[in-house]
Structure formats: structure tokens, C-alpha cells
């Protein structure tokens, strides 16, 4: 297996192939020699320099790194190439097995507009919205329609760049030429969307598993609602406080969703929920392993990994719906190097002291260590606490003592804001939107602004 990713993900899918038996190739940029996924694979090969474009986006260098490495299969991990139908068809070309979907998935799945139209006609519910806007004077038209508070979105977007909030007239017009200019850089593609804005709204989404043989499950539900500029803080399954038709009608549009579109592999469908209205509807599928999968992980006991892994060689799925029973709760916090006291900047370097907690019933993806340099090159995550009990108040109670007890040293990280996060009544109390972590985070800085006038 070669692994085209780095981090705490590389790390985890090196995991499962030993489990299983499988021998690794991880594929590391200049900056990477020294990672822990380097440490723990069986081989290493440097792909490029740190530069993202030359190393872990590059697909050239990766497909003759796996060839020459005599792999017969890639897994992309999430991020980078994961919803890159080209690669995934390079792949296919190259006789090497894309762990994960059929590149058609990915390119359907990959323009939401094209998402939202197949949802429409799978018979999911979404919210109202408009086909591409290609100028400010369309965007005036449609609000007629759809109404403020709107969204606008990125056709390709994704890690929630691209969006923008209007909420009246007069910020439509530089709402819109920001995102367009955001979604050219980011995504290559300026085409954007509208769709209406729910205010009081729960992001709720639904893993998904699917084999080559027509078989599609789920795994439950997880609410994705604390987030901070539209991407994922704190995770947990499954998703609290929601009827129970409610639940259900999710559950099996998301099914309905996976099957219509002859989807095969791991795959994740969002939905947002009107906490007012009791209503849901679609946002968009991820045909990847997402951050968050192991909170399903640890209520379903399923290993995502594995799955993937036995759906890519042709297996059928072993699981039927019925086998799958949702047991306890599980709440995953991301473990960021950023400074929460200087609006989550980055913060670089070396980690001088290590000491995470150790509990039976917390589990700590990471790719971290004492002595280990957190580089400047790539994203800030620097692993994934997750804490499972029978309830959701232990598995909370559980977080806390964990965020509590770990101890890192040279660098700051977001580990205090999680943990004031936790002890919140509004978030044990389960009054979560997902605007709560915004607004916690506003009397988390007054509360840190104090401390330092004190
Ligand atoms: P997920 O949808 O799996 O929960 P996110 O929504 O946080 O993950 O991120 C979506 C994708 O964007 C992921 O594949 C992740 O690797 C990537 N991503 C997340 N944060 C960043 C970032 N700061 N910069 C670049 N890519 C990011
Ligand atoms: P991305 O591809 O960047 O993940 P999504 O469509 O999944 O984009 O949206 C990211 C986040 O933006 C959601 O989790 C939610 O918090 C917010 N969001 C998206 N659409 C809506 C909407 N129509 N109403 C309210 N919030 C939304
Ligand atoms: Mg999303």
C-alpha cells in the first residue's frame, strides 16, 4: 500500500495495513523525512520538496513513486489528492487501486452543483438555492427567490473556504466578488452558487459504506456543529436531541443518496439541520475518509480503514444494516498548533515536551512526538482526542480530564480553548449551533483579555 498523505492520517492508515498485514510505502516530501509516519512504515520514499505542489499535490511523482516502489494500491488519506478525480483516474490507468471512489464519484460529487442536482433527484431535501451565478447583477436576481440570509458557495469548495454570509443588500456585492476571488485560488474555479442561510442550524452528516456489489450501509450519524469558519472543531456520535423520524429520514437519504449515484467505498453526505423548523437538507458528500471518522469508529467498533480497504479489493461488505448497533458516545476534539489568544494563528516549531494523557477510553491519533518540529509547509492539526463512553456527560467528563492532563511544551496550542469549550453548560447542556464555538470563542478572548489585565 503506498500512502499519498502525511500527519496523524498517514499514521492511522499504516496502523490498519499492519493490522491486516499489509505492507506500507509512505510517500514523504523533504520536510517529512523525520515524520512518525516515515518512523513506522515499512518504507519511505521522498516524493518532492516541501512545497505542497511539488510533494503531496503532485501526482506525477506519486504515481512513479508507487510504481517504482512495486505498490499495487494508494490511499489518499483525506485533504490532497482524496477529491481529485484526475488522480483517482490516473490511478486506474496506472493499474494502481484508488482507495476510494470511482473518479466519476469524485467528479460528480466534487461540483456540488452537480451534487445538488442528483440529490434533488435521489428525492433528498435541499435547501432552497440557485444553479451557478456567474455575475453580481444574477446574484440580485436570485436573492428575490431565495431570501437573506444567504450563502455564497464555491461550486468546487470545500474546508469551508469559499463561503460567504450575506445577510443584507448592501453586502452583496463585495460578498461576492471575495468569494469568487477566494475560489479561483483555492479551487482553480470561480463558479459560484446561492443558497439560503439557516441561522439556527446543526451540521449533521452520515458515514456511509458501500461495496462493488451493489451493497450500501450506514454507520450512524455525527454532529459536525462546532466549527470555526465553517470547518470542524469538536466532532461527536452519534448526533443528540433529534426526533426520531428526523433522524431516520437522514439516515436513509443519505443511503438513497449513496446508492442513486452508484457510489462505492467510504464516503460521508452533510446535511444542516433547521433547529427551528425541524427540517434538513443536503449540503454536499465528501468521497473520502473524513478527520472525523473515528467517532463512528469508536461507537460503531468498526475500523473505517480496514472497510475501505476490503471494499478496494472487491469484498462484499460483511455487515448488513441490521448487524450495525450505535453503543455509548464519542466526542472528538482537534488538537490544533495555533495561538486561540491571538485569533488562531499558526504557531510552528518544536514540540519540546509531549505527555499525553493515557486512558483506556481516550484514544489520541497523532503523528507528534517529544522533539518533534510541527512545520510551517502544512496544516496545523496536530492530532484528534477522542473520548467514548456509555453517555454522552462521562464522555465529556472524560475529554475534560484528558484536555486537562496534556502537557505540551515549545509550542501553543488550542488544547485551553477546547477544554474551556467543554466546560461550557451550553455545550454539556447540548444547546449547540453552529454558531456556538464563534460566540465561545468571543468570551473565551474576554476571559483570557481579563486574566492578563488581572
Ligand atoms: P472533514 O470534512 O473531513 O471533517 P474538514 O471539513 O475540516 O474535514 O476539511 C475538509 C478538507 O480540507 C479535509 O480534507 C482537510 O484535509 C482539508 N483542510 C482542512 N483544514 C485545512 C486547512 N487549514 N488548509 C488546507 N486544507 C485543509
Ligand atoms: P465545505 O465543502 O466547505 O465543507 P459545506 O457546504 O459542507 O462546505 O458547508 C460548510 C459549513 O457551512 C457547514 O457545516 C455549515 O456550518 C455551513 N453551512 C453551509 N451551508 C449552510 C446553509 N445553507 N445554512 C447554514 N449554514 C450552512
Ligand atoms: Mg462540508
Redesign the pocket.
Known amino acids: 500500500m503506498f500512502i499519498a498523505n502525511r500527519g496523524e492520517i498517514a499514521v492511522r492508515i499504516i496502523k490498519t495495513c499492519h493490522k491486516m498485514n499489509i505492507e506500507t510505502v509512505v510517500g514523504v516530501s523533504e520536510a517529512d523525512k523525520d515524520t512518525m509516519a516515515a518512523k513506522l512504515s515499512d518504507h519511505v520514499i521522498c516524493i518532492g520538496p516541501s512545497t505542497v505542489s511539488q510533494s503531496y499535490l503532485n501526482s506525477n511523482a506519486i504515481i512513479t513513486a508507487a510504481l517504482s516502489s512495486k505498490c499495487d494500491a494508494i490511499h489518499p488519506g ?2 490532497f489528492l ?1 477529491e481529485n478525480a484526475d488522480f483517482a483516474k490516473l490511478c486506474d490507468e496506472n493499474n494502481l487501486i484508488f482507495i476510494g471512489p470511482s473518479s466519476e464519484n469524485i467528479r460528480k460529487m466534487g461540483n456540488k452543483l452537480e451534487a445538488r442536482k442528483l440529490a434533488k433527484s435521489a428525492g433528498v431535501p435541499l435547501a432552497e438555492g440557485s444553479e451557478h451565478v456567474s455575475s453580481v447583477n444574477d446574484a440580485y436576481e436570485i436573492v428575490n427567490k431565495v431570501g437573506y440570509p444567504l450563502l455564497i458557495k464555491a461550486a468546487s469548495g ?3 473556504r469559499g463561503i460567504r454570509i450575506v445577510r443584507e443588500e448592501s453586502e452583496l456585492k463585495q460578498a461576492f466578488e471575495n468569494a469568487s476571488a477566494e475560489a479561483q485560488s483555492a479551487f482553480n474555479d470561480k463558479k459560484l452558487y446561492i443558497e439560503h442561510y439557516i441561522d439556527n442550524a446543526r451540521h449533521i452528516e452520515v458515514q456511509v459504506l458501500s461495496d462493488h456489489h451493489g451493497n450500501v450501509i450506514h454507520l450512524g450519524d455525527r454532529d ?1 456543529s462546532m466549527q470555526r469558519r465553517y ?2 472543531v469538536i466532532e461527536e456520535a452519534p448526533a443528540c436531541n433529534l426526533p426520531d423520524n428526523l433522524r431516520k429520514g437522514i439516515l436513509n437519504s443519505a443511503v438513497k443518496l449513496t446508492k442513486s449515484i452508484g457510489y462505492r467505498n467510504a464516503g460521508t453526505v452533510e446535511f444542516i439541520y433547521d433547529v427551528d423548523l425541524e427540517r434538513y437538507f443536503f449540503l454536499e458528500m ?1 468521497t ?1 475518509l ?3 471518522h473515528p467517532v463512528t469508529e469508536e461507537v460503531t467498533g468498526i475500523d473505517i480503514v480496514e472497510e475501505q480497504l476490503r471494499i478496494a479489493s472487491n469484498e462484499k461488505l460483511c455487515y448488513s444494516q441490521d448487524d450495525i448497533k450505535i453503543l455509548g458516545h464519542a466526542i472528538e476534539c482537534r488538537i490544533n498548533a495555533e495561538s486561540a489568544a491571538n485569533g488562531f494563528r499558526p504557531t510552528p516549531g518544536k514540540i519540546t515536551k509531549w505527555m499525553p494523557p493515557i486512558h483506556d477510553r481516550v484514544r489520541l491519533d497523532t503523528h507528534c512526538y517529544d522533539g518533534y518540529v510541527v512545520s510551517p509547509y502544512y ?2 492539526l496536530m492530532g484528534k482526542l477522542i473520548s467514548s463512553s456509555e453517555k454522552r456527560d462521562d464522555s465529556i467528563n472524560l475529554m475534560q480530564n484528558a484536555l486537562e492532563g496534556f502537557i505540551v511544551e515549545g509550542i501553543e496550542t488550542n488544547i485551553n480553548f477546547l477544554s474551556y469549550v467543554i466546560n461550557q453548560d451550553k455545550f454539556k447542556n447540548y444547546f449547540i449551533t453552529t454558531q456556538l464555538l464563534e460566540d465561545l470563542e468571543v468570551s473565551f478572548a474576554n476571559k483570557f483579555n481579563q486574566e492578563i489585565k488581572n
Open positions: 483525506y485533504g482524496s470545500g474546508g469551508g459536525c470547518q470542524k465528501n473520502r473524513q478527520v472525523e496544516d496545523s
